[in-house]
C-alpha cells in the first residue's frame, strides 16, 4: 500500500480507502462487513470511513465492532454530522447542539475515545459557519476528534471556512470528501485549486462512478442481478450514469483497460490517484475480492499519452 499526506496536515493515509455506505449494517450482513474489513486492513488499508447517517448508526456499529480488535494507533478512523438523526427540530445540521450531541453519540457507537476526521457531511446554510468550526474546534481541544472535514463543500465555502478559522483562530478543514471520477469532474475546476491554495486534502467518494467503472454495465444490456441498479432503493444513485452518452465513454474506455492489462475499476483509480491534491480514493466493497482487486488500482502508472486519450474520450459530447 501507498500512503499520502492528508492536506498540508501530518497524517498519512492508504491511497486507497473503505467506506461503508449502503452496504455496512444493512445490505451487507454483519460477518461478511467484518472479513471484508480485515481484508483490508491486512492489505494495508489504514483508512476507514463511516457516518451516523449509514443505516441511521448501524454502519458505525459494524465499522467499530471489526476495527476494535486492533491497535487505535494503527487506522484512521472518519465519521460524519449534518444528516437527521431524529424527528425534532434539532436533529439535524451543523448546530453546536447536534455536532455536540451526535459525536459523543457516534463515539459511544463506534466504542471509542475519539475519531481522527469528523466530517461536516454537507453545508449548512441555517447555521454560521463560525458556530460550526467553533463546536468542532473545542471537541478537538477536548482530544475527542483529531482533524476537522467537510464534505461536498463548494470552493467559495471552503474558502469561507478558511477565512473565518484564520480570524478566530481555530483549526482549519483539513479534508473535503467531495464525488469524483471520470464521469463526475466538477472539483477540477476549483475545488481542487482551493485545495492545493490552502492546504485541503481530498478523499473522493464514488471513484468507481456507483459501479458503472467497473464495466458491468453495458450499452443495451441487462441490468446485472444483485448490482446497485438492481435495488430500487440504491437504483436513483446510479440512473444518472447509465446514458448511452456514458456507457459509450466507459465502452472506450475498457479499452484502454485491456491495453494494460487491468480491469476498468483499477484504470478508474489510478486515473483519479494522478491528482496529487487527492490523498485516498474512497471504495466501498461488500466482499474481500474487490478490495483486493481496487488495491491493485496503486500499482497501475498511466502515461501522458494515456491520459491524453483518457481525456480525449472524456471529453466528448
Same mark, same amino acid.
Given at each position: ?11 498519512? !493515509? ?6 461503508? &455506505? ?11 462487513? /467484518? ?5 483490508? $486492513?491486512?492489505? *494495508? !488499508? ?15 456499529? /459494524? ?6 480488535? %486492533? ?14 438523526? *431524529? ?26 475515545? $475519539? ?7 454537507? %453545508? ?14 473545542? #471537541? ?12 461536498? &463543500? ?14 478566530? #483562530? ?9 464525488? $469524483?471520477?471520470?464521469?463526475?469532474? %466538477? ?6 485549486? /482551493? ?21 458491468? %454495465? ?31 465513454? /466507459?465502452?472506450?474506455?475498457? *479499452? ?14 489510478? &486515473? ?46
Amino acid at each position: 500500500m501507498n500512503y499520502r499526506r492528508l492536506g498540508k496536515s501530518g497524517l498519512k !493515509v492508504s491511497e486507497i480507502s473503505l467506506g461503508s &455506505w449502503l452496504t455496512y449494517g444493512d445490505s451487507v450482513e454483519r460477518d461478511g462487513a /467484518v472479513k471484508t474489513i480485515d481484508f483490508a $486492513y491486512e492489505a *494495508g !488499508v489504514n483508512f476507514f470511513d463511516t457516518a451516523n447517517v449509514y443505516n441511521r448508526g448501524e454502519a458505525e456499529k /459494524v465499522v467499530g465492532e471489526a476495527l476494535r480488535k %486492533y491497535p487505535r494507533e494503527s487506522y484512521v478512523l472518519a465519521t460524519k454530522v449534518f444528516g437527521p438523526m *431524529g424527528e425534532g427540530p434539532n436533529d439535524k445540521g451543523l448546530s453546536r447542539k447536534h455536532i455536540f450531541e451526535q459525536l459523543h453519540a457516534s463515539l459511544k457507537r463506534l466504542g471509542l475515545d $475519539y475519531v481522527d476526521i469528523f466530517y461536516c457531511h454537507r %453545508y449548512d446554510p441555517e447555521t454560521p459557519v463560525e458556530e460550526t468550526l467553533k463546536a468542532i474546534d473545542d #471537541l478537538i481541544r477536548q482530544g475527542k476528534i483529531l482533524y476537522a472535514g467537510v464534505s461536498e &463543500w463548494s470552493a467559495a465555502q471552503l474558502e469561507e471556512a478558511v477565512r473565518i478559522a484564520d480570524r478566530k #483562530l481555530l483549526d482549519r478543514i483539513v479534508v473535503n470528501q467531495p464525488v $469524483y471520477n471520470m464521469l463526475n469532474r %466538477y472539483i477540477e475546476k476549483e475545488v481542487i485549486p /482551493v485545495g492545493e491554495k490552502h492546504g485541503i486534502g481530498q478523499v473522493v467518494f464514488s471513484p468507481l462512478a456507483q459501479g458503472v467503472l467497473t464495466g458491468k %454495465y453495458r450499452k443495451g444490456g441487462k441490468i446485472p442481478e444483485g448490482s446497485r441498479a438492481s435495488n430500487p432503493e440504491q437504483k436513483k444513485f446510479i440512473d444518472r450514469f447509465l446514458t448511452d452518452e456514458k456507457l459509450d465513454k /466507459v465502452e472506450k474506455l475498457s *479499452g484502454i483497460a485491456a491495453d494494460y492489462n487491468i480491469k476498468l475499476s483499477q484504470l478508474a483509480l489510478a &486515473w483519479v490517484l494522478r491528482q496529487e491534491n487527492i490523498a485516498s480514493a474512497l471504495i466501498g466493497a461488500s466482499r474481500p475480492e474487490q478490495v483486493e482487486e481496487n488495491i491493485r488500482a496503486i500499482d497501475v502508472n498511466l502515461t501522458n499519452e494515456t491520459l491524453e486519450d483518457i481525456s480525449d474520450i472524456l471529453s466528448e459530447e
